[in-house]
């Protein structure tokens, strides 16, 4: 069975080596639009059309061999979906909201397959340190935040992240504790 | 975590019983409408169906901490699905067409959770051996094809079938095989 990871992040890619897969990485050209409403029903909505895209371009006899992964990662704080920075300023502004705050990071995710899809979410906690305004700028100069949902990565160090209440992998954007389990029976493994 | 099994079919809880889980039945009360089209397609959508029927009738206290289970079987032959028998003349006609012949049985389930959901369908192939029109007259007087889609179930014996290839539990109408890996894997059994 061949696993294709339908997301060009190179943490998601990164997690699941680390948790021993062989895989492949096909990026969907999914249109991701601007997110707002349910936060889950959100992230589940991209990570299905991601995984599904993917699914979809194969023909019917790669169908039958694969499964495609699909995930997407939304900031939840004060009712309002969180998702990557337009620009600096816009990092900038977002990490000041969530300085000394706390947040929910809910990363949906996706695995379809020609006789078996899995949908599912993770959701975890995270609260923030008080973060002085220098940190900010130091932190958005490295660039690190502009690729991210809600601005931040939580393995970017910076002292920026206070605790992590539920799954860190969920939080760097895949819940592999949730996927691991369905990857393994899909595969046999 | 709470497992519910949303069939009031008696061998659906037999098998379940026999992988030793322990459950609840809640039958829906999801509307099962007569199925035409992709067999696939009309199976995963009364699975998906009646598990969501009884697991939106849940509290949202009672669902965080249950999984509800959907399953629904058809028989596909000669391009046409074939679901329960209308009636005995109905039962003898649908045994009658299918002696001798090779059919598919397709079962799609549904595992609905808060946090993750499953759908998937097992397909096997079911060979029948020529039947005499008394033993179909025989068996169908018995009553035991009237609750079966396609009129016969693969363990009333009767020397009905000839040959499965493929699941014989899915063919009895629940593919443990495949549900049981994503219940073992949200129970974390």
């Known amino acids: ?24 990485v096909e990026v969907s050209d999914f249109c991701e639009t601007a997110a707002n409403g349910d936060p889950v029903i959100a992230c589940l909505r991209f990570a299905k059309g991601k995984a599904l895209n993917v699914f979809l371009h194969k023909s019917k006899k790669e169908r039958s061999d694969a499964v495609v992964i699909g995930a997407d990662t939304v900031v939840y704080f004060n009712g309002k979906i969180l998702g990557k920075p337009k620009d600096k300023t ?19 995710f996706a695995v379809i397959g020609e006789k078996l899809s899995v949908f599912g979410y993770d959701q975890s906690e995270v609260e923030f340190n008080e973060l002085e305004e220098s940190l900010i ?8 935040p502009m690729d991210k949902a809600g601005s931040y990565g939580v ?35």
Chains 1, 2 share one sequence.
Do not use: C, W
């Not at 130091?138 to 690190?144: F, M, R």
């Open 90 to 108: 816009d990092a900038i502004n977002t990490l000041k909201s969530l300085s000394g705050k706390t947040h929910s990071v809910i990363t949906g």
């Open 137 to 144: 700028y130091k932190y958005v100069e490295t660039s690190k």
């Open 155 to 189: 393995q970017d160090g910076f002292n920026i992240v206070r605790s992590v209440k539920g799954s860190v992998y969920n939080v760097i954007g895949f819940p592999i504790e949730k996927i691991k389990f369905v990857l393994d029976g899909i595969t046999n493994k």
């Open 1 to 24: 069975m061949k696993i294709i990871l339908a997301s060009g992040s190179p943490r998601r890619k990164e997690i699941l080596e680390q948790f021993g897969y062989n895989f492949s």
